[in-house]
Nanobody, 116 residues
Framework: QAQLVESGGGLVQPGGSLRLSCAASGFPFSNYVMRWYRQAPGKERELVAAITSAGNSINYLDSVKGRFTVSRDNAKNTVYLQMNSLKPEDTAVYYC?????????WGQGTQVTVSS
């Protein structure tokens, strides 16, 4: 059974850092484009970062460029999102997504709250 499990969320002060992890199982992880989305209360889900299967192409939401870094370890079936210089507007539930052809797999999400 295909599964994605996020971890690493929590409460952090503005300017702080968090590292999210997403562990994959039950599908050929190295074939899939991996994406991080987020959804804040009352807002639509938005794409934060995406990394291709080999990790050679990466894209970011404009508002996180220079602060967030996405990476993957295909040997560990894990994708990461390093978040630095966090702002209150980064507060959201962060979701991991695996995409390949017509298939999408979603994690359950992890809450990130940026507040003093």
């Amino acid at each position: 059974q295909a599964q994605l499990v996020e971890s690493g969320g929590g409460l952090v002060q503005p300017g702080g850092s968090l590292r999210l992890s997403c562990a994959a199982s039950g599908f050929p992880f190295s074939n899939y484009v991996m994406r991080w989305y987020r959804q804040a209360p009352g807002k639509e889900r938005e794409l934060v970062a995406a990394i291709t299967s080999a990790g050679n192409s990466i894209n970011y939401l404009d508002s996180v460029k220079g602060r967030f870094t996405v990476s993957r370890d295909n040997a560990k079936n894990t994708v990461y999102l390093q978040m630095n210089s966090l702002k209150p507007e980064d507060t959201a539930v962060y979701y991991c997504n695996a995409h390949w052809v017509l298939r999408d797999i979603w994690g359950q999400g992890t809450q990130v709250t940026v507040s003093s």
